[in-house]
């Protein structure tokens, strides 16, 4: 698998499947392994690419360059590593101190983005305290995430097989200074998003009491144009919790906002 050297960092990536780039980009409990149920989907339409951000799994890093400071730009070097102009970005939770961060300041290089679970680092008072008690939740110990907080209570009685999976692929990473996201070098500002034109989502699942089940509508208010689609089984990892529905509306985003490689994944048996 690709592995790029850049500022102090080695970055890992993988890549899937042909057509359009789709970049999908973890949240702070996971890697490029947590996409299991969305590579095998998407990479059968579409150029699937999974990153371990710096100082996740393979993405070896001295602690002092762990900073989502150089998200952005990190991915921008893989994009010109793999020749990719533009691509689609996905981004769960902390992923989108990098996607939305590189579509604010390259946004000739992003086609459209998809958030999920995130309060994103669009900067408000309201936001900053969403994000401040999520990293005391994340900071204060492994247990309440992986378990309980975060979670469907119903995913979590029914499925502890699936809560158990995501502790161990968050065990694969170094400790995190969750933060880091709160630096002020990450926040975008409202005049930062001047003119943003980039069709954005921000989702959110009903059940997110690790950040609060309405933070993606405060999200997208922050954000030109964006709109909010919301999971209803789902708590903070929709995409690993309730996939069928995670797939489904990233499909449909995608369908109408980049160029349509070979057929659906939908329409595959």
């Known amino acids: 698998m690709p592995i790029i050297e850049r500022d102090h960092a080695q970055l890992y990536y993988e890549v899937h499947g042909a057509g359009y780039p789709v970049i999908f980009l973890h949240g702070g409990g996971g890697n490029s392994m947590a996409w299991f149920q969305q590579v095998p989907f998407f990479s059968k339409s579409y ?33 010109d590593a793999e020749g990719l102009s533009r691509a689609a970005l996905v981004c769960q939770s902390m992923g989108a101190w990098a996607g939305l961060r590189l579509a604010v300041r390259s946004p000739e290089r992003v086609s459209c983005l998809f958030v999920n679970g995130s309060p994103t680092p669009a900067y408000s008072e309201q936001n900053w305290r969403v994000i401040d008690r999520a990293n005391s939740i994340y900071m204060g110990g492994d247990s309440k995430r992986n378990t309980s907080i975060g ?29 880091t996201m709160e630096d002020d070098s990450i926040k975008v500002f409202p005049g930062d998003l001047d003119g943003y034109k980039i069709p954005t989502v921000i989702a959110g699942g009903l059940h997110d009491d690790f ?27 929709a995409y690993f919790e309730t996939p069928t529905e995670f797939n489904a509306a990233l499909e449909a985003f995608l369908r109408r906002h980049v160029p349509y490689a070979r057929h659906s994944a939908a329409d595959v048996v």
Request: net charge positive.
């Open 47 to 79: 150029r699937v690419i999974t990153v371990d951000l710096r100082g996740f799994k393979h993405s070896h890093c001295a602690p002092e360059f762990v900073h989502p400071r150089y998200f952005a730009d990190d991915v921008r070097a893989i994009m």
């Open 151 to 179: 979670w469907n209570r119903q995913t979590v009685e029914q499925r502890p097989e699936l809560t158990f999976l995501y502790s161990q692929i968050k065990s694969l990473n170094p400790p995190f200074n969750s933060r």
């Open 211 to 237: 950040l609060n089940p309405e933070s993606h509508f405060h999200a997208a208010s922050l954000i030109p144009g964006a709109t909010t689609h919301t999971f209803a089984d789902a708590g903070h990892s």
